[in-house]
């Protein structure tokens, strides 16, 4: 019986340092936030899948080199880049420095301002609880909002939830971003869009909106009952495992590894402007978040938001003129037009569904290609051409690999 006892007790020790002792090599596999080690690698070991096309890794080679090129040059301190294919994560890397003259640098999970791409990430949500039932694409607004006005009765009562998401309001280009640029509370801007003579009826011209746009937020609160950054941080975030992403000043400033907004190379303040308009422009996220719901995206998850919900959120609702001349250099674009948060490009043998963001000198480009199943995003500190040639840069290099890309097939093992 004593030896029986010896035996177990030992057996039992044994496996405990055995596990302590996996627990501790396994560190680096952790969540780059959890670990100290992690720190010094560029992504979570167990997220980043093997890629075996050959094509696919000279693609990513080809367009790595671009990357630290452009950083090695001066044209930005740093950046963070995700690459998304078929059901994998393929690439997920931060380059540089957090912030010019500091030795932190920039990781998988450091966290950016994402700019208008918020609007992208809002319309997903809008997909989320369409899925769900409590909101619907062609629902009026006036069904959440019975108080709101446009100065046109008639446009006030055929506005709906679409024309918000696609930029069909009516309402002028941009108007009231320099009340935004002064961080004016929204509910004010709101109220002054009463004030404004529209363009045309909702649904018939595309003119750009962070006031109008951000109407959704409203919405989406008076369909919950629970405010806009709750319900995206329950309804999306949370389910996708995007752990760094939030919608508020107070998250990202109270957050220890978020990249620094740069006028070139002069690193300025995080500001609060545009967080009062978050569905149009406040969201933060690193690119480990953007690779997450890249991957969601491109794999589609049934239960959250099936391949009708997106063919709804990117189907295209008005021409919208692409303004990033990189795009017609590179990537050839017959066809721009806006879709529901999301920019689609037309072109010879695919479509892409594109957008960029910018704020407070920070840039973000996100795209992906449904019929090829890949999607890249990358986030960067500072304004300029890395941000601008990026998404394109990297479509044109997967373009010229395509073929061989489409043609290899994995051989067998002997």
Known sequence: MKAAFW????????????????????????????????????APKKMVATEENPFVKETINEFESFVKTMIANGQAPGAAVAIVRDTNIIFLK???????????????????????????????????????????????????????????ESATEKLKLRHLLSHTEGL????????????????????YLQDLDLIAEPGKIHSYQNVGFSLIGKVIEAATHRSFEDVITEKLFKPLSMDDASASYQKIIEDDDVAKPHQVTRPRKISPTYFSVAPAGGINASAQDMALWLKAL?????????????NEMLKPQVWAPIRNYYFYKLKKVRKPFYALGWRIFAMNNDTLA????????????????????????????????LADQAVPKFFSIYDRHLDSISRWKRRPSL
């Open 94 to 152: 931060g380059f540089g420095l957090r912030e010019m003259g500091k030795p932190d640098s920039i990781n998988a999970r450091t966290v950016f301002r994402v700019g208008s791409v918020s609007k992208s990430i809002t319309a997903t949500l809008c997909a989320v609880l369409v899925q769900q039932g409590i909101i619907d694409w062609d629902d009026p607004v006036k069904k959440y909002l019975p108080d709101f006005k446009l100065k046109s």
């Open 7 to 42: 035996i177990v007790s030992f057996s039992c020790v044994a496996l405990f340092f055995f596990n302590l002792s996996s627990r501790r090599a396994d560190v680096s596999a952790l969540p780059l936030k959890d670990s100290v080690v992690a720190k010094v690698v560029a």
């Open 172 to 191: 002028p280009y941009h108007a009231y971003t320099d009340m935004v640029d002064r961080n004016a509370p929204v509910d004010t801007l709101i109220d």
């Open 298 to 310: 491109i794999c589609e998850k049934p239960t959250m938001f099936p391949s009708k919900r997106i």
């Open 354 to 385: 594109y957008h960029g963001g910018f704020v407070n000198n920070y840039r973000c480009e996100v795209a992906f290609s449904r019929k090829n199943k890949i999607g890249i995003a990358i986030l960067v500190n500072t304004p300029g051409m």
